[in-house]
């Protein structure tokens, strides 16, 4: 009964822009963290990007001081916006949050269908 649906990846160049959204829809009564994680061919999943319900944000070094996390908790979406884009930003955007839905007292991690980036010239 909870889907994450994620948009805004694609192709852009590097020193490009983009901004990822990831929105949550079903028996939700409270979503506690959130955050961005991606995956390059061949290589492991890596965290990207975390938020808490608090507002505190975790990055990745890689991506720090060019990237931000942010949260609409009315929308129960988060975003990633990306920016000064490289090639080795190059992955599968992947969001997940940790939802307790209605008549459950833990919350369980959901995931979403992931988005292409590609940073090319």
Do not use: H
Request: proline share 2%.
């Amino acid at each position: 009964q909870v889907q994450l649906v994620e948009s805004g990846g694609g192709l852009v160049q590097p020193g490009g822009s983009l901004r990822l959204s990831c929105a949550a829809s079903g028996s939700i009564f409270s979503i506690n963290a959130m955050g961005w994680y991606r995956q390059a061919p061949g290589k492991q999943r890596e965290l990207v990007a975390t938020i808490t319900s608090g507002g505190s944000t975790n990055y990745a070094d890689s991506v720090k001081g060019r990237f931000t996390i942010s949260r609409d908790n009315a929308k129960n979406t988060v975003y990633l916006q990306m920016n000064s884009l490289k090639p080795e930003d190059t992955a599968v955007y992947y969001c997940s949050m940790g939802v307790v839905r209605y008549s459950f007292s833990l919350q369980r991690d959901y995931w979403g269908q992931g988005t292409q980036v590609t940073v090319s010239s």
